[in-house]
């Protein structure tokens, strides 16, 4: 993305929030608590799986009501399956998480560095998704170099991921 369409974005995303007190830390927190809670889901399966006591089902079932209605404060209009993408693209961070962190205990920290890398590109991806920086209508797989599919250009020497743009706009330290 080049510095001009970002500033651009930036300053969008800047006004809103200035307007409607959009904090993007706060959904950071939420969006990681939402990871907690599909963590906690499955957890609960597994455990009524092993064990055989349906209470554990129960309690699955309360879990996922609360993570309904804190996703739904994320994700509050969807199309298509963008609500079902979001809670996996946060599952799936946190699972590349968890495996990384397993991998570093156990010193193999270039494994480990590609989970924690990969987790990060999947969590870059919900929040271009939350952030509606991509629309998935048509989406067809277009050579790097090119902004957008109407680039006729190619001109970008490095194209700016989503990564970079995630980098920029969420820092979970300012409270």
Same mark, same amino acid.
């Given at each position: 993305m080049p510095d001009k369409n970002f500033d651009s974005l930036y300053k969008k995303i800047e006004d809103l929030k200035a307007k409607k007190g959009f904090d993007l830390s706060l959904d950071e927190d939420l969006s990681i608590a939402v990871m907690? /809670?599909?963590?906690?889901?499955?957890?609960?399966?597994?455990t009524a799986q092993k064990t055989q006591k349906s209470e554990y089902l129960d309690l699955l079932n309360e879990v996922r009501?609360?993570?309904?209605?804190m996703l739904r404060k994320l994700i509050d209009s969807h199309e298509g399956e963008t609500w079902c993408i979001s809670k996996h693209l946060l599952a799936a961070t946190m699972r590349l998480m968890e495996v990384g962190t397993k991998l570093q205990t156990e010193k193999r920290d270039q494994e480990a560095q590609e989970m924690f890398s990969n987790s990060y590109k999947v969590y870059s991806l919900f929040w271009a998704l939350r952030l509606k920086l991509v629309d998935l209508r048509g989406a067809k /797989?277009?050579?790097?170099?090119? /902004?957008?599919?109407?680039?006729k250009d190619a001109s970008l020497s490095k194209p700016m991921k989503y990564e970079d743009i995630v980098n920029k706009l969420i820092d979970c330290c300012n409270e």
């Amino acid at each position: 993305m080049p510095d001009k369409n970002f500033d651009s974005l930036y300053k969008k995303i800047e006004d809103l929030k200035a307007k409607k007190g959009f904090d993007l830390s706060l959904d950071e927190d939420l969006s990681i608590a939402v990871m907690n /809670l599909v963590s906690l889901e499955e957890h609960f399966f597994f455990t009524a799986q092993k064990t055989q006591k349906s209470e554990y089902l129960d309690l699955l079932n309360e879990v996922r009501e609360i993570r309904k209605t804190m996703l739904r404060k994320l994700i509050d209009s969807h199309e298509g399956e963008t609500w079902c993408i979001s809670k996996h693209l946060l599952a799936a961070t946190m699972r590349l998480m968890e495996v990384g962190t397993k991998l570093q205990t156990e010193k193999r920290d270039q494994e480990a560095q590609e989970m924690f890398s990969n987790s990060y590109k999947v969590y870059s991806l919900f929040w271009a998704l939350r952030l509606k920086l991509v629309d998935l209508r048509g989406a067809k /797989l277009i050579d790097d170099t090119k /902004l957008n599919v109407h680039d006729k250009d190619a001109s970008l020497s490095k194209p700016m991921k989503y990564e970079d743009i995630v980098n920029k706009l969420i820092d979970c330290c300012n409270e």
